[in-house]
């Protein structure tokens, strides 16, 4: 655990929201992240108890913060830096099962689609 001047962007790079802390800017950039409710800064600090909402694409949580961290450890570590909420995971819980039941149609074609998939994919609706 380092000091408590750890930038946003640093902070959900070192807690493992993100790949990169450039990934983690942009998001705060475009408004994928939010502290209380409020859209931040890429160099806005985090404090110990903020809540933050997190959306990287693929994703959405609502997680309170715990630890201060500018150093991206291990994946057990990063854990022990937030707790996500009983809202988010029932709502990570329930996309999950959205997606397992009502895949995206084209997803699983690798690379660009043929005529024959084009067809399969117009079929399904996409």
Do not use: C
């Not at 939010?34 to 800064?41: A, D, L, M, S």
């Not at 996309?95 to 690379?111: M, Q």
């Amino acid at each position: 655990m380092e000091d408590n001047n750890v930038r946003i962007d640093k902070w959900l790079w070192a807690a493992r929201f993100f790949k990169t802390r450039s990934l983690a800017a942009e998001a705060v950039d475009r408004g994928r992240v939010r502290i209380g409710g409020e859209p931040v800064k890429p160099a806005r600090n985090v404090k110990l108890n903020d809540k933050i909402f997190i959306d990287n694409g693929s994703d959405r949580w609502e997680v309170v913060v715990l630890g201060i961290s500018d150093k991206r450890g291990p994946a057990p570590v990063a854990r022990e830096l937030y707790r996500e909420t009983e809202d988010s995971l029932v709502r990570r819980e329930n996309d999950s099962e959205a997606r397992r039941l009502f895949p995206e149609p084209g997803s699983t074609i690798k690379g660009r689609p043929t005529k024959r998939d084009r067809r399969a994919i117009s079929r399904a609706g996409g």
